[in-house]
């Protein structure tokens, strides 16, 4: 069934590029048995509606960010305001409002301790209307990203295999040098921007700035990222879950929840529960189906925190539609 804004090429398009963000127009074109014309239309269609959009993203562990995921208590009323100001930082990734609105979670990526300790330990603390904030590190991802398809599987196995990008070398810390933070910046706002565009931004040449993409790419400091607002594949409720289990288990339990379609997220952290997820689903009663019959059968899950989102207020570095705010990052 269609869903709102995306028929089923629409879809297979989206888990393409989810597969593979910087593939070019012939490719996915040859991959979809379709015309480089109608990719070029369709993925400007979309793209243009604010309906998909692809982002290149550092890997904070790649590149030595220091990354919290911080839950953030307030006084009623004062959520949004306070969502709106961590929005507006450079260094938030994702920012939402938790159900009942007094209660706002984000991802912190700062360059430096000091950056990130300023804001644990100075700003957040002395803003009044924050009552607590509690801060967890992810030690461990077991989702991968780009490439987690949310909806029912649209390409074929054979499909998949043929936009996969090469392996990634998991070798030291990559650091990041002034250039390449130009071209992330470009990156961020749009992943498929095309290296003239890139080579302007960094002063570089074209041929200089496609080497190092790739060795950024290959070195697993940069992802590709594909937005897309959960309604359009038919997600009404989104919720944060936080889980305890045994450390014995953590692995187990970890790649087991990374296997279930509706988990887009799943990773280690450290703090009171040690496994936190994000979970999409089509409405309430999937939400307690997932609960009951995916949760439910992984026994040594011995307590579980769900949080519904009431909304979001910036998406994967950049405010989310109908949140744009027209103060400039700070």
Known sequence: MDTPGFDLFDRRLAQAL???GRAAFSRLATVLETTDQTVIRR?????GAGLLRVLGLPVGSRVGLF????RIRCVPGAALAIAEALARRPDTGWVKIYSGGTEVGCLVSSRTREDHETLLLQKLPRTQQVTGVSAHNMLHRYTSSPGHWLGPAELS???IRALQPPAVSHEDTVRLDDWDHAMLSVLARDGRAGYPELAKATGRSESTVRRRLE???GHGALSFDVEILPVHLGYQMEAALALTVPPSDLAEVGRALADHPQVPFVAATTGTTNLAATVLCRDQHALYTYMTEGIGTL???HQLEVVPVLRHVKRAGLLSDGNRLSDPPR
Not at 43 to 47: I, M, S, T
Not at 67 to 70: A, D, G, P, Q, T
Request: proline share 0%; aromatic share 10%; charged share 40%.
């Open 67 to 70: 990354e919290s995921r911080l």
């Open 18 to 20: 989810m597969i593979d």
């Open 43 to 47: 993925y400007r269609r979309l793209h």
């Open 215 to 217: 060795y950024l790419r």
């Open 299 to 301: 026994t040594s899950v």
């Open 157 to 159: 196995d054979e499909q």
